[in-house]
């Protein structure tokens, strides 16, 4: 029989550990179901994705043309800009369709790919409508699974994502804000099933439990992200909310410091959340705090298992970075969620943990240091119920994994 060829579509291998888990899930879980599949991706980062995954990988997207920029009137100069953007388009939908040709499935497996608010929707949107097209025209079977959305404001955007959607094979939605969402946008499937994001899928072998040489103190894990505001580049206009989200990190941090608590800092994307961690730590040596290993944790993060290991090894998580608090609950951590997006009190509502969730851009130092003290008084009731709410969605997305590969291969359980 011809082996089956899968090529997997998403924001990978720009060293974002949330979106490396999600790739991770469905390469297991495609090589578990389909053991003599072919897979290849798609994706933001192919040179990371074939150094750190071992597979093949093409960019999502022509590289830009810096040329055609120097005339001096604005007409010849836009024609000029128009004229490159549509050559590279048709030469990279060229290589586009001859990598895609013969495929029997693409799969987009998660990541932030129904939202405008970075790109704009000549960035994600017109991506994934361009790649459904070219799906389709290939005779590939197109699988949207477990994907978040919004936001999304372009008018373009809107088109762009609900041709996509409509091109689908099978759509499934992360969460039920991200549905009610893509229906607000005037795109109805009343049929389309909701399943947990699939790192919750990752493999059991790499969920391990941590073991601390200090039992005596509680260590808490504090994510830390490069945020300038929802939406906001990286520019002087976010800079007051950088400072601001810094400076009441540093305090959080120094105030568990001063009540022998240990800390352990984390990240979730590692070419960008070095900068946060330098500036927090200098926040809290201007104050005359310690920052030695003794108290500060800080040790290096460059993949998933690493991410994991040392998650495992703390007590209570508390981040603004989705998966850290994903992965910490899969690992039967108590956490508190600092939200910039409605995907974390959906996430946290859905654990019946809606209460330790907090807002990024109210952060308010007093009310972390409540919260985690709540934390601690309910230890065994939280424990009972995020490891019974993780095992039941470890079971949904074993149902979705059969339902997508039926027919493709022998879906083990194993």
């Not at 879980?29 to 192919?46: L, N, W, Y």
């Not at 947990?196 to 899928?201: G, K, M, Q, T, V």
């Not at 946060?276 to 030695?292: P, T």
Request: proline letters at 3%; a neutral charge.
């Amino acid at each position: 029989m011809k082996r089956k060829k899968i090529v997997l579509f998403g924001l990978f291998g720009q060293q974002n550990l949330g979106n490396e888990c999600t790739l991770q899930a469905m390469l297991y879980h495609v090589r578990k179901s389909i053991p003599d599949a072919e897979i290849s991706c798609i994706c933001t980062g192919p040179e990371d994705t074939r150094s750190r995954h071992g597979i093949p990988a093409f960019e999502m997207y022509p590289a830009s043309d810096q040329g055609g920029q120097d005339g001096k009137n604005f007409l010849p100069r836009f024609l000029l800009k128009i004229t490159a953007w549509a050559w590279r388009e048709v030469q990279h939908g060229v290589r586009a369709f001859k990598t895609l040709r013969g495929s029997d499935l693409v799969i987009v497996p998660g990541t932030g790919l129904l939202v405008d608010h970075t790109t704009g929707f000549r960035g994600y949107p017109y991506y994934i409508f361009k790649w459904a097209i070219i799906a389709k025209l290939c005779r590939c079977k197109f699988l949207i699974v477990s994907i978040g959305a919004g936001p999304i404001s372009h008018p373009l955007s809107k088109f762009f994502i609900k041709t996509a959607l409509s091109l689908a094979d099978y759509r499934s939605y992360r969460d039920t804000f991200s549905k009610v969402y893509i229906e607000s946008i005037g795109f109805v499937r009343s049929d389309d099933p909701i399943y947990p994001d699939l790192a919750f899928s990752l493999p059991e072998n790499t969920i391990h439990e941590g073991r601390r040489s200090d039992t005596s103190r509680t260590v808490v894990g504090v994510g830390l992200i490069d945020y300038f505001g929802q939406g906001s580049k990286h520019g002087w206009a976010g800079r007051d909310v950088y400072c601001d989200y810094i400076n009441k990190t540093g305090a959080f941090i120094t105030w568990l410091l001063d009540n022998n608590y240990r800390v352990r800092l984390v990240i979730g994307d590692i070419g960008c959340d070095m900068t946060a961690i330098k500036d927090v730590l200098e926040f809290i040596e201007k104050r005359g705090g310690s920052c030695g290993d003794v108290q500060i944790i800080h040790e290096p993060i460059i993949s998933v298992e690493e991410l994991l290991t040392q998650l495992a090894r703390t007590d209570i998580v508390v981040s603004p970075r989705f998966h850290n608090i994903i992965l910490a609950l899969m690992l039967k951590k108590r956490v508190i969620s600092l939200s910039y997006n409605e995907k974390f009190e959906s996430l946290m509502l859905d654990f019946g943990l809606e209460r330790y969730c907090q807002r990024l851009d109210e952060l308010d130092v007093n009310g972390l240091i409540e919260l985690l003290t709540s934390l601690e008084r309910d230890h065994d009731n939280l424990a009972l119920r995020i490891s019974k709410r993780t095992e039941e969605c470890r079971r949904a997305l074993e149902e979705q994994y059969k339902a997508i590969f039926k027919g493709f291969g022998s879906c083990r359980t194993d």
